[in-house]
């Protein structure tokens, strides 16, 4: 079925629009502004590190076939073309910007030749992001070979020991590869506007599959899930200050939202955190209570509850978030990925 703005029911019609500043400062915050006085109606994500570091900003926009649409006083309708709305804004913002629909076709591309380097650095970018990681409570701290668990993780690393549990915060520079023996790991990523848990079972690594294989599956996450904050909504976080018609409010605020992904879990998702989380020791219901929270929103009281539901030290989350800094514990003990293997296997990953 088809909705009176060329969409399917429940999923408006909305192409993914990617800007990249020439002046980084207040990139998410000028772009919702310069979005709002066009009367769009969309999101604009709350991608603050690459906002910051590069100009980089992403929204999804409401469309009707080849235009845009506005809420204006007559009410929500088409208006100018994507191509033009592309343009306008590369004049206006100074910023390369790039529009794609939802099956990836580009509907509309002008980038200013001063930032089309900064533009492909913008997709090719490389962030070095904290990632805090929880060894299984059989782990022993007395043999452990530092630079070997440096080179597992695939970068420079601490070692601390905190709430009786052995625990890297590490910035790899590659994906990670624990073999069999170093699992189960948890690996945590905390940001203001994203968290990251990823469990490393020792049912994903079989030797029976044979060693090259076995050796490429220490790289693989045997459980994921991320949450990313909740968008800045062009209308419905407008708060009456924007410039949209009262009359049209609701209907817009109506599109926006469907416009926007429902949380879910894929369909295997509750089969995988049952093998993965029962290598952590969590019973039948805090992995059911594990699978709801999967399925929700981002929310500040996120990260502390995933630390409790995982059974792991309260400590944990500050480190995650860089409230708390490794080397400042008594202990620790700092490694980096050395040596010809890590060499070699870094090359690999940056190719």
């Known amino acids: 079925m088809v909705d009176d703005h060329g969409g399917s029911e429940g999923q408006a019609e909305h192409v993914h629009v990617e800007l990249v500043l020439f002046d980084t400062r207040r990139a998410i915050a000028r772009t919702v502004e310069k979005l709002r006085s066009l009367r769009l109606i969309g999101v604009v994500e709350r991608a603050d590190h690459p906002a910051d570091t590069l100009g980089r900003v992403r929204a999804t926009v409401l469309t009707a076939g080849d235009s845009v649409l506005t809420a204006g ?20 913002l100074a910023a390369g910007v790039l529009a794609h629909d939802c099956a990836g076709n580009q509907r509309a591309a002008t980038v200013p030749a001063n930032i089309a380097d900064r533009m492909q650095g913008a997709g090719a970018e490389q962030q070095e992001i904290r990632r ?9 701290a007395e043999k452990a070979d530092i630079e070997f668990l440096a080179f597992c993780v695939g970068g420079a690393i601490t070692h601390v020991q905190v709430g009786g549990r052995d625990v890297l915060v590490g910035f790899p520079r590659r994906p990670s590869t624990w073999p069999k023996s170093q699992r189960p790991v948890v690996q945590l990523i905390a940001m203001s506007d994203h968290v990251e848990v990823a469990v490393y079972s020792t049912s994903a690594v079989q030797w029976w599959r044979g060693p090259l294989k076995a050796a490429r599956q220490q790289a693989v996450v045997s459980l994921l899930s991320v949450w990313n904050a909740p968008p800045v909504r ?12 009262a009359m049209v409010r609701g209907q817009a605020i109506a599109l926006e939202r469907l416009g926007q992904a429902v949380p879910s879990v894929p369909e295997d998702f509750p089969a995988a955190a049952g093998r993965s989380l029962s290598e952590l020791g969590l019973d039948r ?8 929270l999967a399925a929700s929103e981002w929310s500040a009281e996120l990260l502390p509850r995933l630390v409790r539901l995982l059974r792991l030290p309260e400590e944990v989350a ?6 708390l800094t490794a080397d400042s514990l008594p202990g620790a003990v700092a490694a980096d990925s050395t040596g010809a293997l890590a060499q070699l296997t870094e090359r690999r990953y940056r190719r």
């Open 234 to 245: 062009l209308v419905e976080d407008s708060a009456g200050h924007g410039p949209y018609p």
């Open 73 to 92: 006083p007559e009410g929500i309708a088409p208006g100018r073309s994507i191509e033009e709305t592309a343009e306008l804004l590369r004049r206006q």
């Open 285 to 292: 219901e805090a992995i059911d209570e594990f699978v709801a």
């Open 132 to 140: 805090v990681y929880v060894l299984p409570t059989s782990f022993s």
């Open 318 to 323: 500050s480190l995650a978030t860089g409230e």
